[in-house]
């Protein structure tokens, strides 16, 4: 029994790993070069996010 266990959790990590870098591939070679034709060359170095209650 314990042998399925970590067959399922290291296939459940490729799986993981697997389904990351396509969505890296299509938002690096589809998304983003739409992005760049229409708008420009995006900059987001001005983009930050505020964390935690100042008002």
């Given at each position: 029994m314990k042998?399925?266990?970590s067959l399922r959790f290291s296939r459940g990590c490729n799986h993981?790993?697997?389904f990351r870098k396509i969505v890296t591939s299509v938002i690096d070679d589809l998304i983003m070069p739409?992005?760049?034709a229409i708008v420009g060359k995006p900059?987001?170095?001005s983009i930050y996010f505020a964390m935690?209650?100042?008002f």
């Amino acid at each position: 029994m314990k042998g399925n266990v970590s067959l399922r959790f290291s296939r459940g990590c490729n799986h993981r790993w697997s389904f990351r870098k396509i969505v890296t591939s299509v938002i690096d070679d589809l998304i983003m070069p739409i992005v760049a034709a229409i708008v420009g060359k995006p900059d987001f170095s001005s983009i930050y996010f505020a964390m935690g209650k100042r008002f």
